[in-house]
């Protein structure tokens, strides 16, 4: 069995940001790990359905799966894969992507925020992604509506390229009302996920999914978000790269802006008013 079908199997049967197994695969090789688990070598009650899926897994079938999905395998191994993601802790084992992978090298700017924003905040994003794109930066966002979608369309609007990091399948429009969005984004850009095509999201693999978002990114910038919101997470995980990371003020009153507030007065964010003012800070840490 080849490194890429090893991956393929591991892919399909273990959830992202699992440190035990990323450990595993980092010792004793990803091939090695697939036999060990085929053979006992792991607690079987611990690990039985993980040992039953690996199993049952035919790595032909997942990978057909994946071209079904109008998607490609991208695993550490190959040239194209975004070198960024290594900085984790606990990488992905394997990307699916649906779209350009040379757009995976380009810099990019991470926008983050509250799935229920202002006019402001959709106005800030979309200036901000715009302003970046016409620096020849992609934009790395979710796929969710508010801020996501509207730095997305900021990027697409300015004929740049954006990539959406999702936590379901590649093929999986979610939300439905962004099946439009996807598409437009995978003409030019890509789609990212480390789930195979067809699977749902549940709640635990956005937190895992907002890792991806700051490591493939150079920057993270916080549009709006809630004092608790899965953006502050997507923030820290970029601190913890040693990325930089900015937020955007808004009124004291708002509910919106009270996340990027908490992380400006912790120190946590950098703030920016004006695209120069980013672009000068994230300068700064080159």
């Known amino acids: 069995m080849n490194l890429l079908e090893s991956r393929a199997i ?7 940001g699992s440190a035990f197994w990323i450990h595993e695969i980092q010792t004793s090789g990803v ?7 085929k053979s006992s070598g792991y607690d079987p009650i611990r690990f039985e359905r993980i040992i039953r899926a690996v199993r049952e897994a035919n ?6 799966r994946i071209t079904a999905a109008g998607s490609v395998l991208l695993i550490p191994e190959d040239r194209a894969w975004p070198e960024s993601l290594d900085d984790l ?7 699916i992507v649906k779209g350009n992978l040379d757009v995976l090298k380009l810099p990019s700017l991470a926008i983050v925020g509250t799935r229920n924003p202002t006019n402001y905040g959709v106005r800030i994003a979309g200036d901000f992604a715009a302003g970046f794109v016409d620096r020849e930066w992609a934009i790395v966002s979710g796929g969710a509506y508010g801020i996501d979608s509207a730095a997305h369309r900021g990027a697409l609007v300015a004929e740049g390229v954006t990539i959406a990091v999702l936590a379901c399948g590649v093929d999986v429009n979610y939300p439905a009302g962004n099946a439009r969005l996807f598409a437009e984004i995978a003409e030019s850009g890509a789609i990212i996920s480390e789930v195979l095509p067809g699977v ?6 956005f937190l895992v999914r907002n890792r991806l978002i700051a490591a493939l990114s150079k920057a993270t910038l916080v549009v709006e978000a ?4 899965g953006s502050l ?3 820290r995980d970029a601190a913890e790269l040693m990325r930089p990371v900015m937020a955007i003020p808004g009124p004291i009153t ?5 996340g990027c507030h908490r992380l400006i007065g912790e120190r946590a964010a950098e703030i920016v008013t004006s695209i120069v003012d980013a672009v000068e800070f994230v300068s700064s840490f080159r």
Do not use: N, Q
């Open 59 to 64: 790595p032909l079938e997942i990978l057909e």
């Open 233 to 235: 997470r997507t923030a």
């Open 31 to 37: 091939v090695a790990v697939v036999d060990k688990i």
């Open 254 to 258: 708002s509910p919106t802006s009270e």
């Open 226 to 229: 809630a004092f608790r919101s």
């Open 10 to 16: 591991l892919l399909s049967a273990i959830e992202g």
């Open 200 to 205: 749902h999201a549940i709640p635990s693999r």
């Open 89 to 95: 802790v606990v990488p992905p084992i394997a990307l």
